[in-house]
């Protein structure tokens, strides 16, 4: 089943909505829910106060079981072994619960195991279909699905999660969400198009729409997510969000709209190659200049991938969107790398191709000439864009 774009907003706009103003509440309910039912307050007590007398008379290893969980639960930011530890040693104490194997799940992908992630959360759910509710765990057990090619089920999380992403800790956290789910259904709208493409029935007969409906949810379910992350507070991940949504816009027709976004990425950058010369002028002089463009080129090309892309040579397409307006030469050589990879066997191609071919023509397709360096009374004198990107 697909989302179609009014269903998706609404569902990206009203339950985070309902959430609104609550600030530390949501990070108290994030905590409560990421607690195990055996550790929980019970009776309406205080979570703070942990198992009851009665509790730890029937389990006594109870206190040491729920303290190791905890222990793991704070290990994994930055030691995930010692994490996996703990959580062995809490299935040892009390074997047959969820939460050890939720906590060896976690730890296993902070480890680069998304296999043996998968094998921990599916013994998890097993046991406790409810075990995986809270925000973090979900994004975990998404993460180690996609990564194990699990993309439906791994999708299905990402929809329920992402109207709950104010629960998560961070601005970053969240727009990273919100870049996996959207480039997990892109990724999904280009299979479905590659099916639609297969089973297409020879030219004059009459075709089948639900392929194609299919892949248009998902890449519109793409477009939705990155918008939504565009719409938030700017994070590190601000730039990856605007050219991530520039790659499914141009995938979609919608090249107008890509372009736009892309103009505003170019402002950005030569916002940045602007104050960096002016600081140069009075400084090193032209060798500086040169250190400070080429520098600038690479920022273009040094984007974020390893985290969030669904399919790796989508590195290349991004890139190339990246220096499209700065540096029509790397653009180009991008285009041609992603075209002769697998993306030029996949659905992608005639989109790529087409803004290759503009490039190449010098007009349309967000090419432009690079602007040649001014002198330092043109720079004083000229009126510069400001540094945000469209919006």
């Given at each position: 089943m697909h989302l179609g774009p009014l269903l998706l907003t609404a569902l990206l706009v009203f339950p985070l909505a309902a959430h609104a103003g609550q600030g530390g509440d949501l990070v108290a309910a994030a905590a409560a829910a990421g607690r195990p039912p055996e550790c929980s307050a019970r009776s309406g007590r205080a979570i703070a106060r942990g198992p009851t007398v009665w509790e730890r008379a029937r389990a006594p290893e109870l206190p040491r079981y729920c303290d190791l969980l905890a222990r793991g639960q704070a290990q994994l930011g930055g030691d995930a072994e010692a994490a996996r530890a703990s959580a062995r040693l809490a299935d040892q104490l009390l074997p047959g619960h969820a939460a050890p194997q939720v906590l060896l799940a976690r730890a296993a992908l902070a480890l680069g195991s998304p296999e043996d992630a998968a094998r921990a959360f599916e013994r998890a759910r097993s046991v406790d279909p409810r075990s995986v509710e809270d925000p973090q765990t979900m994004h975990d057990l998404a993460r180690s699905l996609a990564r194990t090619g699990k993309r439906g089920e791994a999708i299905a999380i990402y929809r329920a999660l992402v109207p709950r992403i104010d629960l998560l800790g961070t601005a970053d956290q969240r727009a990273l969400v919100l870049l996996e789910a959207a480039h997990l259904s892109m990724a999904t709208a280009g299979a479905a198009s590659v099916a639609d493409a297969s089973a297409r029935p020879p030219a004059g007969a009459h075709r089948d729409a639900h392929g194609e409906a299919a892949a248009r949810g998902d890449l519109d379910e793409a477009i939705?997510?990155?918008?939504?992350?565009?719409?938030?507070?700017?994070?590190?991940?601000?730039?990856?969000?605007?050219?991530?949504?520039?790659?499914?816009?141009?995938?979609?027709?919608?090249?107008?709209?890509?372009?736009?976004?892309?103009?505003?990425?170019?402002?950005?950058?030569?916002?940045?190659?602007?104050?960096?010369?002016?600081?140069?002028?009075?400084?090193?002089?032209?060798?500086?200049?040169?250190?400070?463009?080429?520098?600038?080129?690479?920022?273009?090309?040094?984007?974020?991938?390893?985290?969030?892309?669904?399919?790796?040579?989508?590195?290349?397409?991004?890139?190339?969107?990246?220096?499209?307006?700065?540096?029509?030469?790397?653009?180009?050589?991008?285009?041609?790398?992603?075209?002769?990879?697998?993306?030029?066997?996949?659905?992608?191609?005639?989109?790529?191709?087409?803004?290759?071919?503009?490039?190449?023509?010098?007009?349309?397709?967000?090419?432009?000439?690079?602007?040649?360096?001014?002198?330092?009374?043109?720079?004083?004198?000229?009126?510069?864009?400001?540094a945000g990107g469209a919006r």
């Open positions: 939705a997510y990155l918008r939504e992350a565009r719409l938030r507070a700017q994070t590190q991940l601000a730039r990856d969000v605007t050219l991530s949504l520039a790659l499914a816009l141009d995938r979609s027709g919608d090249k107008a709209q890509a372009d736009a976004a892309l103009e505003g990425d170019a402002a950005a950058l030569e916002g940045a190659r602007g104050r960096a010369e002016d600081a140069e002028d009075r400084s090193a002089g032209a060798a500086a200049r040169e250190r400070t463009a080429d520098d600038l080129a690479s920022a273009a090309a040094r984007l974020r991938t390893v985290e969030y892309l669904a399919v790796p040579e989508d590195r290349l397409a991004l890139e190339a969107l990246a220096l499209e307006r700065a540096m029509t030469a790397a653009a180009i050589a991008r285009w041609e790398a992603y075209l002769s990879g697998a993306g030029g066997q996949g659905p992608w191609a005639p989109a790529a191709r087409a803004r290759l071919d503009a490039l190449r023509r010098g007009a349309g397709g967000g090419a432009r000439a690079p602007a040649r360096p001014r002198a330092p009374q043109e720079r004083s004198a000229a009126p510069r864009q400001g």
